[in-house]
């Protein structure tokens, strides 16, 4: 991918959501609901404080993260659906868990 987003903004894939419930339940692609979870594309530089400094962003390409329903600007790069949102969009990262690779 050849897209670097600009000051704290943050380039998120979506993982995909489980096909079945707990109980065995199998789920159409029309009752999913869109993961609230993410995998960490690409990051920006950062966002400028008061005195025109730059402060690093605290997520990172890679880190795993869960994001609010309705966060981010859904966008198609290279045919892959990603979400552009600010690093304040993001709840938190999720650690000690690896980061699934998407499969090609």
Avoid: C, Q, Y
């Amino acid at each position: 991918m050849k897209f670097r987003p600009l000051h704290d903004r943050v380039v998120v894939r979506r993982v995909t959501a489980e096909e079945k419930t707990a109980g065995g339940i199998i789920i159409p692609d029309t009752a999913k609901e869109k993961p609230m979870e993410g995998e960490v594309v690409s990051v920006g530089a950062g966002a400028r404080n008061e005195k025109g400094e730059l402060t690093p962003l605290d997520v990172k390409a890679g880190d795993r993260v869960l994001f609010g329903k309705w966060s981010g600007t859904e966008v198609k790069i290279d045919g892959e659906e990603l979400l552009i949102m600010k690093e304040s969009d993001i709840m938190g990262i999720i650690e000690g868990t690896a980061a699934k690779k998407k499969a090609a």
